[in-house]
């Protein structure tokens, strides 16, 4: 070896290296507090000062059943006056972390070491979180290994060119036009537990057919495991906690757009989503101005006649989630929604003894405009939609730890089967019952 080749080998080690220590300087010096209020008017108050200093990030606001308390999320020289307001409103505080990048690193340290152990295509979904590239290598090589069952389409591409992947899944006999399901996950970057789940999904249908063939003789199962793809691989790269795609928007100091508040059915509501590109929940400069919730709306409308069942994964906080999102006035058939999110909870709670809770997006977290489920529902007819937050886990939510995912996903199973079978049993069709 020339020692120019040596140099560049040694430069190439330290670019990597420093790439590392990049990543990892993400939420460098970011506190976590828990704020524990005593009554409600300091819980309003706490509330009013998130909405006042966008850079106080208000987590787990009461969302899951499991939260203690309310977590505040705030850059290092915001600490400061946040505890000011504070001690002078005496909200009773705790610091939990004090760098919140070393958990980021310690996480991600977890997964590299969890991931070491497996060879591409084949992956154990059980076993580490994978990136959007692997996810889209294992999806190319089921067709393979299940012909007859297994079918990936190319549906179109994010906004930084990647590729975004479906698989439809069926039981192999052949019969064209079977009414559908459609499922999808990550169109909120952060929510690495949903594409996990959706894995685990597919790898029920397809290695566990035997003990999930009734979900299959009278339906096929569309999945698509990734949708902010940009965003998903920017989650794992650079940001941990990034929710938005990656699309520049009109103001040069913010990057990204809420996917789903980005549909076009009672899109850009003042009450549901947000005209400002810093905030989290911003709808764009247009419906559909973003290539990944376009894929979405060409798949749900592609189905349209035949799509009795959509769910969409996200996370967290043990909630099933039904239209409508953008007013408190409920859908024509919210009563069978209903009886499938039930169907769904119970099965949950007699399984494992987790409790969700299920009703109007509206009604049950806050208003929502341009979400994916409103336009399932308002625009591409579909029977019964809805928005699954996967349990909470690790120490923001949105991260489970590798070895979480195993009890999220068996637990969750439990409940996206119940449902199906529900859906299955309320939408028997003439058809379907002359074929038996
Ligand atoms: C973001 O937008 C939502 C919806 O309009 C609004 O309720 C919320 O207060 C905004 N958040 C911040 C930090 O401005
Ligand atoms: C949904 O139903 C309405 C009313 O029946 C119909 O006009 C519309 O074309 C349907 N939409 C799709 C995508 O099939
Ligand atoms: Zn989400």
């Known amino acids: 070896m020339t020692s120019y080749a040596l140099l560049g080998w040694v430069l190439l080690g330290l670019l990597l290296q420093f790439d590392c220590i990049l990543a990892w300087q993400d ?20 509330r009013k000062w998130a909405q006042e200093h966008p850079d106080w990030d208000l987590l787990g606001s009461r969302r899951s059943h499991n939260d203690k308390g309310l ?20 909200i009773e505080h705790q610091l939990l972390s004090d760098d919140l990048s070393l958990l980021v690193k310690a996480q991600r340290e977890d997964n590299q070491r969890n991931k070491a152990r497996f060879t591409l295509p084949l992956i154990d979904v059980l076993g580490a979180f994978y990136t959007h590239a692997e996810i889209n290598e294992y999806l190319d090589s089921l067709p393979q290994r299940y012909p007859q069952r297994a079918l990936v389409k190319h549906f179109g591409w994010s906004y930084e060119r990647r590729p975004l992947k479906v698989l439809t899944i ?49 339906y096929d199962w569309v999945i698509m495991p990734v949708v902010n793809a940009d965003g998903y691989e920017f989650s794992h790269t650079d940001s941990r906690y990034w929710r938005k795609t990656r699309k520049p928007t009109w ?58 069942f959509y769910l969409s994964l996200h996370s967290y906080g043990n909630y099933l989630l039904l239209p409508w999102g953008h007013t408190s006035s409920l859908p024509p058939n919210f009563d069978e929604m209903m009886q499938v999110a039930d169907a769904g909870a119970m099965a949950i709670l007699y399984a494992t003894n987790g409790i969700y809770s299920y009703g109007s ?21 579909v029977s019964v939609a809805i928005t699954m937050e996967l349990p909470a886990g690790g120490f923001m939510g949105f991260d489970p730890w590798v070895s979480h995912i195993e009890d999220i996903v068996t637990e969750s199973w439990v409940g996206v089967r119940a449902m199906a079978l529900e859906v299955i049993k309320l939408y028997q069709t003439e058809a379907q019952t002359n074929v038996n």
């Open 71 to 90: 977590r505040v999320l705030v850059a290092p020289n915001q600490a400061e006056s946040l505890l000011k307001q504070l001690r002078a409103h005496r």
């Open 361 to 381: 997006g509206y009604h049950l977290m806050y208003a929502t405009s341009g979400d994916s489920t409103d336009y399932a529902v308002g625009v591409a007819n």
């Open 170 to 218: 069926t039981n192999g006999d052949g019969r064209a036009n079977k009414p559908v399901i459609f499922i999808d996950a990550a169109m909120h970057a952060r929510e690495w537990i949903a594409p996990s789940f959706a894995l685990y999904i597919i790898q029920q249908l397809l290695d566990n057919y035997a003990e999930n063939a009734d979900l299959l003789k009278d």
């Open 251 to 308: 103001d040069p100091e913010n990057i990204g757009t809420d996917l789903n508040r980005n549909f076009g059915y009672m899109w850009g509501l003042e009450d549901g989503a947000s005209p400002d590109p810093s905030n989290e929940t911003y709808q764009g400069e247009h419906a559909f101005d973003q290539p990944e919730s376009q894929v979405v709306r060409d798949i749900l409308l592609h189905y349209s006649d035949r799509l009795t």
């Open 27 to 46: 939420y460098k010096d970011y506190k976590v507090y828990e704020l524990q209020p005593h009554d409600d008017s300091q819980l309003q108050l706490i």
